[in-house]
């Protein structure tokens, strides 16, 4: 299977920053093994009912303890686009319009 390119919005870079240290590493592991492994154990669909979703794409989270990774794959496109790290709680997905319009 072929590695597909990783692209990191700018606030992942942040967010990544900023989780704490013994969550840190994990979830950097996790980003990178994105490249090879897009649909990983673990990972899942999100709900887009209602949003404008290019065709061609599908919009993913990875689950790590309390903390989410939301990312989009192109298998077309040879991509994977991560969005955003969010902790749960509190998340509950409110910003997934602004999320998915980045996309476009």
């Given amino acids: 299977m072929p590695r597909y390119e990783l692209l990191l919005e700018p606030e992942v870079h942040e967010a990544r920053k900023r989780l704490p240290g013994h969550v840190r590493q994990r979830v950097k ?41 939301l990312y989009a794959v192109s298998d077309g496109d040879g991509w994977v686009w991560v969005l955003a790290i969010r902790r749960r709680p509190p998340y509950d997905y409110e910003d997934l319009a602004e999320i998915v319009a980045r996309l476009r």
Wanted: glycine share 8%.
């Fill in 29 to 69: 592991r996790a980003i990178d093994e994105l490249a090879d492994t897009p649909r990983p154990a673990g990972s899942h669909d999100v709900d887009v009912t209602g949003l404008d979703v290019p065709a061609g794409i599908e919009l993913r989270r990875l689950r790590m303890d309390v903390w989410r990774i």
